[in-house]
């Protein structure tokens, strides 16, 4: 596959199919008056492993040769991903060892490992996670499954907003929370195709803005690996693959702080009854505090993920101002 169509994200909801959770779609009459819009939220926190992940991992590693899937996979993920492909590789009868930073949740390394796979862990803030994963891989004859720069993860992904289009119909927008780029990228592969002429819009935090500066710019841009509460989201430059297709189909990319996060996690369990994580909530977040402009009568957005401890849960909500 050299590039990414609608056609590619249909043939993975047939892989997936059965396999993945087809996620509810949520509406809210509260949260429509308060945007003056109807919304629909796709629920990927309910989806397996608790994060759309899973669409892109199981995607990919179905369709591994029998000798690959012999000697087993390998990934590098802050969390969401790393579940992902140890469930995944659990499904395919293989083995998975995922790399992860020392500080990602307690509750995703566990779950993690929970899944059968084997963890190593590094530092996000000094060591390169892809030339740790390719040496790991090189060494193991682990075939690696990237978190979002391959076209398999970026057509699983996509099943997401097919799923949403499918179910509620065409959109003026489809709001879609961004780290590395492979939901977006599939998403805005399957909306523009299905429902033409809607607005893609990403979301990522504040102080992880590789996205909008690597859209303005017209190239990719690299930034410092960003502090955030929703770690994500933290990532330091767009994928390679996924920025190909995100600067042709993506609108803009908005911008949201900690706090705003914050707010919408709280609105999401007080008026939706759901656990966000803070990656999950972005999009919410961007919606909720007015950061998207000339807003569409129908919107979608996309709750990516749910992934956080109880503990962790209520160190942030308390720490709102």
């Not at 992902?84 to 995703?108: E, H, Q, S, Y």
């Not at 994963?133 to 193991?140: H, V």
């Not at 609105?267 to 972005?282: D, Q």
């Amino acid at each position: 596959m050299t590039d990414l169509t609608v056609e590619h994200v249909k043939a993975a909801a047939d892989r997936i199919a059965g396999v993945a959770h087809r996620t509810p779609v949520l509406t809210s009459r509260t949260l429509d008056e308060r945007v003056g819009a109807r919304v629909f939220l796709k629920a990927e926190n309910l989806q397996r492993i608790g994060a759309f992940k899973f669409r892109g991992a199981y995607n990919a590693i179905s369709r591994l040769s029998p000798e690959q899937l012999r000697y087993g996979v390998s990934a590098y993920s802050s969390g969401n991903h790393a579940q992902a492909v140890a469930l995944a590789a659990r499904i395919a009868g293989t083995n998975a060892v995922i790399l992860m930073p020392a500080d990602a949740p307690p509750t995703k390394l566990a779950a993690t490992r929970g899944y059968g796979a084997e963890v190593v862990t590094y530092d996000r803030y000094t060591q390169d996670r892809a030339a740790l994963a390719k040496e790991l891989s090189t060494e193991r004859g682990l075939t690696l499954i990237p978190p979002y720069d391959h076209y398999d993860v970026m057509a699983g992904q996509g099943t997401v907003a097919l799923e949403l289009i499918e179910e509620v119909g065409p959109l003026g927008a489809l709001l879609v929370p961004v780290g590395g780029g492979g939901l977006m990228a599939g998403c805005a592969t399957a909306a523009t195709a299905l429902s033409p002429g809607i607005r893609m819009i990403g979301v990522e935090p504040a102080a992880g803005d590789d996205h909008a500066r690597s859209l303005a710019q017209g190239e990719r841009v690299e930034i410092d690996i960003p502090r955030t509460i929703a770690d994500g989201q933290a990532i330091s430059t767009p994928g390679e693959l996924t920025f190909a297709v995100n600067r042709r189909l993506v609108e803009s990319f908005a911008l949201v702080g900690d706090e705003e996060i914050l707010a919408a996690m709280a609105f999401a369990f007080e008026r939706l009854k759901i656990v966000l994580e803070p990656s999950g909530a972005s999009a919410l977040a961007a919606l909720l505090a007015g950061r998207i402009e000339a807003l569409p009568e129908r919107v979608g957005v996309v709750l990516s993920g749910g992934n956080v401890g109880l503990d962790r849960f209520l160190e942030l909500l308390k720490s709102r101002p």
